[in-house]
């Protein structure tokens, strides 16, 4: 692939983050104006799914990087580790 493909698709990832990101404004002020609910428990609630996300893709970026490096392919065999010692 060649990298004005990749471009385009970094290009259309920001747009919809940018769609995603307006969406999750006008219904937390929906939520806020339907549901007695505090300011800090708003903030509370999006500091938890933005922390959730983050976690998540840090975690898939780990998957991706171990499987890249072969670290998934290499196996402990604990009967070397006890002739080791």
């Known amino acids: 692939m060649n990298k004005a493909f990749h471009k385009i698709l970094v290009v259309l990832a920001l747009i919809l983050a940018a769609f995603l990101l307006l969406l999750l404004v006008f219904s937390l002020i929906r939520v806020h104006l339907d549901i007695n609910m505090s300011s800090n428990g708003l903030i509370a609630l999006f500091l938890g799914c933005f922390f959730s996300f ?23 065999d604990p009967s070397s580790e006890n002739k080791k010692k």
């Open 54 to 76: 983050v976690l998540v893709g840090v975690l898939t970026y780990l998957l991706f990087l171990s499987h890249q490096k072969g670290f998934d392919d290499q196996v402990i």
